[in-house]
């Protein structure tokens, strides 16, 4: 069982960055691939970024290439997403999920464990 802590969302104007954290329980967080999702009000969840347990394999949406980094320190268990030059477009709810396949998959259906989400909103 792992249990997921996002935080470090909040209100930014565009252009301007944040960096989210997710603190994950348990001392297997090294085996698990881990990811970023996001959703926005009335729209589904989509997929923003994962990272693989060993963190050599990285996977981003098209629409964060470029702009977002996703990393992680496995003595501290927990995983990070940079978001630079951000855009109004990337307000949203944003989750992080551990899978235990240990890949970096963009599909959900991967995902077995889920954090609470923290909101990220940009304003024009």
């Known amino acids: 069982q792992v249990q997921l802590v996002e935080s470090g969302g909040g209100l930014v104007q565009a252009g301007g960055s944040l960096r989210l954290s997710c603190a994950a329980s348990?001392?297997?967080?090294?085996?698990?691939?881990m990811g970023w999702f996001r959703q926005a009000p009335g729209k589904e969840r989509d997929f923003v970024a994962a990272?693989?347990?060993?963190?050599?394999?990285?996977a981003y949406a098209d629409s964060v290439k470029g702009r977002f980094t996703i990393s992680r320190d496995n003595a501290k268990n927990t995983v990070y997403l940079q978001m630079n030059s951000l855009k109004p477009e990337d307000t949203a709810v944003y989750y992080c999920?551990?899978?235990?396949?240990?890949?970096?998959?963009?599909?959900?259906?991967?995902?077995?464990?889920w954090g609470q989400g923290t909101q990220v909103t940009v304003s024009s």
């Open positions: 990272i693989s347990w060993s963190g050599q394999s990285t």
């Open positions: 999920a551990a899978e235990r396949s240990q890949a970096a998959h963009s599909e959900q259906l991967w995902y077995d464990y």
């Open positions: 348990g001392r297997t967080f090294s085996r698990y691939g």
